[in-house]
């Protein structure tokens, strides 16, 4: 049973187009939602985050959309750069549980080509 | 910055040999975790555990072990290495206070 929901496994995009990435999510006492970015032989590293109770938030070329009501969200990077191909993970914390555990999607690799 | 560092970024194992995975961190974090990735799965959580000497089984713990002696320090074992336990395995660790988790490295873990 998946909770968190990355159904595009890849996206190619041109260097300066907006990429988008999607999650989805099943269970309704997640409140905090997390992208991590991963590179090969690498670990992951926090990208953004956003609280449940925000429906945006934004950090340089990066922004998050959160639309509770469809148990989706969204991570906008403009404009995409060659740096940014990497592979995307969206994460999600339980509120009810007090453990830190993040459950995490399938990925989707993100390739931006020059 | 929060340092959590493996101690092995490579690992190649024989089937049936007993394998620790070691993980340390620096920054005085009282949740550690254990997840491997495979591709077209994600990350999935092995173990964790949110204090010393206590531990929890996540949505994978079959064929692992952990152990958490010392608060800084959180280590996977697997018993018994089979094939299937080939994969990349990163260590994670948080604050009780933010609910995002810092990565270590990761192993990538081979089993013949």
């Known amino acids: 049973d998946q909770q968190v929901k990355q159904n595009s496994p890849s996206l190619s995009v041109q260097e300066g187009r907006i990429s988008i990435l999607n999650c989805d999510y099943t269970n309704s006492m997640f409140d905090y939602f997390l992208w991590y970015k991963k590179y090969p032989a690498e670990g992951p590293t926090f990208l953004i985050s956003i609280s449940s109770i925000k429906d945006k938030n934004e950090d340089g070329r990066f922004t998050v959309f959160l639309n509770k009501s469809a148990k989706h969200l969204s991570l906008h990077i403009v404009p995409s750069q060659p740096g940014d191909s990497a592979v995307y993970f969206c994460?999600?914390?339980?509120?009810?549980?007090?453990?830190?555990?993040?459950?995490f999607g399938q990925g989707t690799t993100l390739q931006v080509k020059p | 910055d929060v340092k959590v560092t493996q101690s092995s970024r490579y690992l190649v194992k024989r089937t049936g040999e007993k394998v620790f995975l070691e993980c340390v961190q620096d920054m005085d974090h009282e949740n550690m975790f254990w997840y491997r990735q495979d591709p077209g799965l994600g990350l999935r959580l092995i173990y964790f555990?949110?204090?010393?000497?206590?531990?929890e089984k996540g949505d994978i713990p079959e064929g692992y072990s952990v152990s958490r002696e010392k608060k800084e320090r959180f280590s996977l074992i697997l018993e018994s290495a089979s094939t299937n336990q080939t994969s990349m395995y990163l260590c994670?660790?948080?604050?009780?206070?933010?609910?995002?988790?810092?990565f270590g490295q990761g192993t990538r873990l081979t089993v013949v």
């Open positions: 994460a999600a914390s339980d509120g009810s549980s007090n453990t830190g555990k993040l459950i």
């Open positions: 994670a660790s948080s604050l009780r206070t933010w609910k995002g988790s810092f």
């Open positions: 555990s949110y204090d010393v000497k206590m531990k």
